[in-house]
């Protein structure tokens, strides 16, 4: 518990020499990476999600690699293709990696990419290969998918697939900083003195042993059971929610919550790791209906009433 609570604290401590605050962002990317699984970042664009993602690369020394969505991406402009080259005389077919080669791909703006583009994302984030005609390459370990989106609501954008989303083990919101916060960033990137290089604190065997840990944290039955009545009830309360969340997100929540209490420093579930872990977890899975859209209600507002019941 030792060594995790210095690793853990060394790399927040190096992500704060480039950004200031969002300390609840930085935990919840450490929760999706120590349950090997996806996040999605959502907020409106300029408020450090690329960096943050970036410098958390350079920390854990992974191979980083930055996919731009546009309307006009292809899918092999992710993937990679067969280019006809000329070798010893004869033409032969090579295939040249894409982006998606990497152990951290940042996918920026993903909302932002066609869904034909956004679906070139799905075996690789579920299967951790992409296949190419009759050849499947595996990706390299350990393999994350950060995706980045603006608010549906701005224009050129295009909603995530519901297959997708569900692919994203947490959906983080990125807020605004505080004046105090802006005033720092205002300082630290608009003065005379440079932002201080980062160390590398992990690696891909440090973070295949931190994953290996997370699962070995125990859950009491009473907890894995408040797990299972908090997605159930998401997908009773139709005066508020029209779908509910599928299976994947009990065990999502599950391991989230293990992630959760290990970054707490400690080696078992509570009631708060549950209850803290459950709004990224659900609110990208379930879909509010008209009355409660009418009413106004977000998400969070939804989760917040099924836990409260729970």
């Known amino acids: 518990m030792k060594e995790v609570q210095q690793r853990i604290a060394g790399v927040l401590k190096e992500l704060k020499k480039v950004i200031v605050g969002q300390e609840e962002v930085m935990k919840q990317i450490l929760v999706s990476i120590f349950c090997d699984a996806n996040a999605l970042l959502e907020s409106y664009p300029g408020l450090g999600k690329t960096t943050m993602i970036k410098t958390l690369a350079d920390i854990m020394d992974l191979k980083f690699s930055r996919i731009q969505s546009t309307p006009d991406l292809m899918p092999t402009d992710i993937t990679g293709t067969y ?13 040249h990696k894409g982006p998606i080669f990497a152990n951290i791909v940042l996918v920026d703006e993903i909302n932002r990419a066609t869904p034909k583009t956004q679906s070139a994302l799905l075996e690789a984030m579920q299967e951790k290969q992409v ?9 390299e370990m350990p393999f994350f998918v950060l995706a980045t989106q603006n608010p549906i609501e701005q224009e050129g954008t295009y909603p995530l697939p519901e297959a997708q989303t569900d692919r ?7 807020d605004y900083p505080t004046m105090e916060e802006e005033d720092l960033i205002i300082d630290r990137f608009t003065g005379k003195t440079e932002v201080e290089p980062v160390k590398k604190m992990f690696n891909a065997q440090i973070i295949d042993k931190f994953q290996q840990y997370t699962r070995e944290v125990p859950i009491a039955n009473d907890l894995k059971k408040r797990v299972l ?15 509910g969340a599928s299976p994947r997100a009990s065990m999502g929540l599950v391991l989230a919550s293990k992630a959760n209490a290990l970054l707490e420093g400690r080696n078992f579930v509570s009631k708060q790791d549950i209850d803290k872990m459950a709004y990224p977890i659900l609110r990208h899975r379930i879909i509010l209906n008209f009355e409660a859209e009418r009413k106004g209600m977000t998400s969070d507002d939804a989760i917040a009433s099924v836990i409260r019941k729970a």
């Open 131 to 139: 296949t190419l005609g009759r050849n499947t390459f595996p990706l």
């Open 229 to 243: 009545k908090i997605v159930n009830l998401t997908r009773t309360e139709k005066d508020i929610i029209e779908y």
């Open 83 to 95: 280019v006809l080259e000329e070798k010893d005389g004869k033409r032969v077919f090579n295939f």
């Open 168 to 174: 994203f083990l947490l959906k983080i919101k990125v």
